[in-house]
């Protein structure tokens, strides 16, 4: 087994921004694909379809910004090891804020339980 270091934790984290960023791309796209169902027709629709272009636009420019970031993650893969102090590796601050991204990791993974959940009832729905 390898030794690890932060240049191989920052490449094995790398997968967090680009999985993001297809997300982001995969919402735009369902956001451009649902105006197929806006009645142009209708003046009404007109506001929706104005909101759905910006985050269409919007998501796909973020979602290019987290590959790119995830690209430059992954490329310091072999990013030689300083030499870290331990004692500050257990400071408060470091553990604080490790400590409050796990916390925020199983945030995320309840919200994607539940986003998951609705839209499984979703495409039922669609599917019948």
Known sequence: ?????????????SVFPARFGDFLAA??????VHLI???PADQ??????NAYLRLTRESRRI???????????????DLPMGRHDPVALSSPPIVEAFA???KLERELLG????????GQQTL?????
């Open 100 to 102: 409050k991204f796990v």
């Open 124 to 128: 039922a729905h669609a599917r019948r």
């Open 1 to 13: 087994m390898s030794e690890q270091t932060c240049g191989k934790g920052l490449a094995e984290h």
């Open 111 to 118: 919200l994607l339980e539940k986003s998951i959940e609705r």
């Open 63 to 77: 979602a290019d910004e987290l590959r790119a970031l995830a690209a430059e993650m992954a490329s310091y893969r």
């Open 27 to 32: 919402m735009a796209q369902n956001l451009e």
């Open 37 to 39: 169902a806006l009645d």
């Open 44 to 49: 009404t629709t007109q506001p929706e379809r």
